[in-house]
């Protein structure tokens, strides 16, 4: 499907879940039922898109950790009626609501970008957030961050592979761990200066080329088909049923 219709589905699901999961006027099963509904909506989307189940999980949990953390603490300093207390740590059951539903916000828009990165190629997304209006200059800045990241990880992996040729270990009894420290200085260092002069190098060649903004507006985008007004009415209707729900 056109990465447009994927963008804004992934925009109201984000939109609806931050909306619903922050209300404090709804109860908290009731909102924890809503996000359901919508997280199960996700969860249809990958099995559709034929995804690796496995691996869609593992890319939500590596996010989580990040975000997550910030869910578990909640309930240690919220204010309100202890539930729990043990000298100076206490849980309040507003923290508990507050925390439960961040986590619920947390692993629903994680689950939702990761659906889109996974069924969405890089230069269709680029060409979707254009027709956004977004910035010219900022999607091109993106488009390009995305790229030069897997080319230094693949630089980063090549060094680190080397030095493990050269008989180079980060563990060891006999490894002094100032020698460890100097190495991953140099490292870095060396895939710092490596990056500047990649970006100088590619910077010219876009000047020597006549690639201006002009160029950025240059992509023509086609008309979305019925399948496509077709899933992003699909997707609207969902969020409407979780906000009827959360609101009822």
């Known amino acids: 499907m056109d990465a447009r219709a994927k963008l804004l589905s992934t925009l109201l699901l984000i939109l609806a879940a931050v909306a619903i999961g922050r209300s404090e006027t709804v109860r908290l099963e009731v909102r924890l039922l809503s996000l359901a509904l919508l997280q199960a909506y996700i969860l249809m989307l990958a099995l559709l898109a034929k995804l690796r189940m496995r691996l869609f999980l593992l890319r939500v949990g590596m996010i989580l950790p990040f975000a997550g953390s910030i869910a578990l603490l909640k309930p240690f300093f919220e204010p309100g009626e202890v539930l729990f207390s043990f000298y100076f740590i206490k849980v309040t059951r507003e923290g508990v609501a507050s925390g439960a539903a961040l986590l619920a916000i947390v692993i629903l828009c994680a689950s939702a970008v990761v659906l889109l990165s996974s069924t969405t190629r890089m230069q269709a997304l680029i060409v979707g957030l254009r027709s956004f209006r977004l910035p010219g200059e900022v999607v091109l800045i993106l488009g390009m961050t995305v790229r030069f990241l897997f080319l230094y990880l693949r630089s980063f992996q090549e060094i ?75 997707s609207m209707v969902v969020v409407a049923l979780s906000a009827l729900i959360a609101i009822s």
């Open 160 to 234: 680190m592979q080397a030095q493990r040729n050269r008989c180079f270990a980060l563990r060891g009894r006999r490894v002094k761990r100032s020698h460890v420290l100097r190495v991953l200085g140099y490292t870095a260092a060396m895939i710092f200066i490596r990056a500047y002069r990649h970006g100088e190098a590619v910077y010219q060649a876009m000047l020597s080329r006549g690639y201006g903004a002009e160029k950025l507006r240059s992509a023509q985008l086609g008309r979305l088909s019925m399948h496509d007004w077709l899933f992003t009415s699909i």
